[in-house]
């Protein structure tokens, strides 16, 4: 049976863009997304339902995204969802969390609408340094 993983969603960010690389080098970025959607109830009743996705996004957009993103921007996402799996070192448990990983990162509305926004880009801050190749242990490269 053939399938199809593709998603598109447009929210504003919760929280600055997290940017760390891998040991060989590549730009990893995590941003966390709030979905509103509004839907009408009875009468004139409107209810709103938000939810929180984690967004990973890869290469120089990652850098990008980190550069000129801030909490509270507007973005759209697209890209595929992916299942991760691990177990709770506390409880045993097996736990499980589903996650975008974008393929695209386009920045919505004006530069300066984060809260603390101006003129230019959302924060200039300096893009994290790139770790020596044998630190950051643990992390991959996800094949795109």
């Known amino acids: ?9 447009v929210g504003n960010l ?13 730009a ?20 709103e339902e938000t939810l929180f996705i984690d967004v990973t ?14 909490k509270g921007r507007s973005v759209l996402v697209e890209g595929r969802l992916v299942l991760d799996e691990w177990q709770d070192k506390e409880t045993s448990e097996k736990r ?27 924060k200039k801050r300096p893009a994290a340094a790139r770790p020596p190749p044998a630190e950051d242990a643990g992390l991959e490269a996800e094949p795109q």
Do not use: H
Request: net charge positive; proline share 6%.
């Open 1 to 9: 049976m053939a399938g199809y993983n593709r998603v598109i969603l």
């Open 14 to 26: 919760t929280r600055d863009p997290e940017l760390r690389y891998t040991p060989q080098g590549t």
């Open 28 to 47: 990893v970025a995590d941003l966390r997304l709030a979905v509103t959607e509004s839907r009408g109830g009875k009468g004139s009743e409107k209810k």
């Open 57 to 70: 996004v890869w290469e120089r957009q990652a850098e990008t995204c980190s550069e000129y993103l801030a």
């Open 96 to 122: 499980s969390k589903i996650r975008v990983v974008a393929n695209t990162v386009r920045f919505l509305g004006p530069r300066g609408d984060a809260p603390e926004g101006g003129a230019g880009p959302a």
